[in-house]
């Protein structure tokens, strides 16, 4: 019996698991497009360019929606109903605020003269920073499935709803990460 209970509290859950997995595989997919944007930067032929404010200010937004994100997921630990429904809620703004952001440095790139058809650089700059954002916009989503689990169930804190936003936060803080590293990669290698 002893090592039936060691057992299960030594196993990981199967979905964070999966998660585990599918992060690794991006964060893969990122050290390859990263390879070849040094690579490709390396043949010459680079056109230079500087980063519109809206990536910096997107980078603070994106951190301090991780932060929010991690205090709500700690307010509901700890049965905070009020202060883990405004702190979701407010992460769920500055996620969608970090996209907007996005789009509003692009726009501001493309007027500048950085497009996907001109020079490389400017290529690599949205494939980076677009797919990032789609990475983004699958944590949304997983916001807006918590936000409305929190909003229509009666709150509760079981281990099964523990667990579940904790896969929210754990991808949350993911494309946090991934962005820091991208945002750092792209202003030392410009």
């Known amino acids: 019996m002893e090592n039936t209970l060691i057992n299960k509290r030594n196993r990981i859950h199967p979905h964070k698991f999966a998660l585990w997995a599918a992060m690794a595989s991006v964060t893969m997919m990122f050290g390859a497009f990263t390879s070849a944007y040094i690579v490709k930067q390396s043949a010459g032929n680079w056109l230079e360019y500087s980063l519109p404010s809206a990536f910096y200010f997107s980078t603070a937004i994106l951190l301090l929606s991780s932060f929010t994100l991690h205090k709500s997921f700690n307010s509901f630990r700890n049965g905070n109903e009020q202060a883990y429904k405004n702190l ?9 605020s970090f996209v907007v952001l996005q789009y509003l440095g692009w726009t501001d790139l493309f007027v500048k003269g950085v497009d996907l058809k001109g020079n490389v650089s400017g290529s690599f700059f949205y494939l980076l920073s677009g797919i ?4 983004v916009l699958g944590g949304i ?3 807006v ?12 804190v079981t281990q099964f709803r523990v667990d579940r936003f904790d896969l929210v936060v754990n991808y949350w803080h993911f494309v946090d990460f991934l962005w ?6 792209l202003l030392i290698r410009k």
């Open 88 to 96: 979701l809620l407010i992460s769920l703004f500055l996620g969608v």
């Open 132 to 135: 990032h954002a789609l990475h």
């Open 141 to 143: 989503a997983a916001m």
């Open 145 to 156: 499935v918590a936000v409305i689990h929190a909003y229509t169930l009666k709150f509760k």
């Open 180 to 185: 820091i590293y991208l945002f750092i990669f």
